[in-house]
């Protein structure tokens, strides 16, 4: 079935630091990525969609400067939270599928998601 | 993107049926209903989907009613390690939007 590798899976880092965090559709090909957040004890929540080849379009309240994505190619997109403060401490999870843009449906996955801690 | 409603936790004895329902009364033609599972500091994990009728693979079977304005995940002979958070998502290849889930708990 369809895979989707998140990496790293956990990271710990000083306030002010950047951390790139990046999702890869392992057995397919996704022109559209989606990345979420999750603080604890609640559901996820989406930020962002990530299209191949063109900008993201960012959910109302989510930062566009202080969240980058980058989708350079078909099976890898990049989320990089910039000058990251103890606020942006979350789980952040991306999902795609490979039937995106096409009239067939098949269900998103899930990468296992990046836990982040700023101290 | 239609809105989804689940009751917030369920309860349950090893080696039961286990049954959620979802409600989802403005799903659109093209929606499909997906349910994921998701365990603590894990991604999102795919149960199951369908558009309507019954469906059923090798870990649940989902139940759509002719109107399609509910679904019902049914989980047989649940084992400890089903207690997880369950999602009830719809939609079509469109972002998907979750709403607070069920927290199934198993209880030996």
């Known amino acids: 079935g369809a895979v989707v590798s998140q990496h790293p899976s956990r990271v710990i880092c000083k306030s002010g630091t950047s951390v790139k965090i990046e999702c890869r559709s392992l057995?397919?090909?996704?022109?559209?990525m989606f990345w979420y957040r999750q603080f604890p004890k609640q559901s996820l929540m989406l930020m962002a969609t990530?299209?191949?080849?063109?900008?993201?379009?960012?959910e109302q309240g989510v930062e566009k400067d202080k969240f980058l994505i980058n989708h350079a190619s078909l099976t890898l997109s990049t989320l990089t939270v910039t000058s990251a403060h103890p606020e942006d401490s979350s789980f952040y999870i991306c999902?795609?599928?490979?039937?995106?843009?096409?009239?067939?449906?098949?269900?998103?996955?899930f990468g296992d998601g990046t836990r982040l801690s700023i101290l | 993107l239609a809105k989804t409603t689940q009751p917030i936790s369920m309860d349950s004895y090893e080696g039961q049926e286990v049954n959620i329902t979802c409600s989802h009364n403005?799903?659109?033609?093209?929606?499909?209903i997906t349910w994921y599972q998701q365990f603590p500091s894990q991604g999102p994990r795919f149960i199951i989907q369908?558009?309507?009728t019954k469906v059923t693979n090798e870990v649940a079977s989902l139940f759509i009613p002719a109107d399609r304005k509910s679904s019902t995940l049914s989980l047989p002979r649940v084992s400890l390690s089903d207690t997880a958070v369950y999602y009830c998502?719809?939609?079509?290849?469109?972002?998907?939007?979750f709403g607070k889930g069920t927290r199934l708990s198993v209880i030996a």
């Open positions: 999902s795609a599928s490979p039937s995106m843009g096409q009239e067939n449906n098949q269900p998103q996955h």
């Open positions: 057995d397919f090909q996704a022109t559209t």
């Open positions: 990530s299209n191949e080849g063109s900008k993201a379009t960012y």
């Open positions: 403005n799903i659109a033609t093209n929606d499909y």
């Open positions: 369908g558009y309507k």
């Open positions: 998502l719809v939609g079509g290849n469109t972002p998907l939007v």
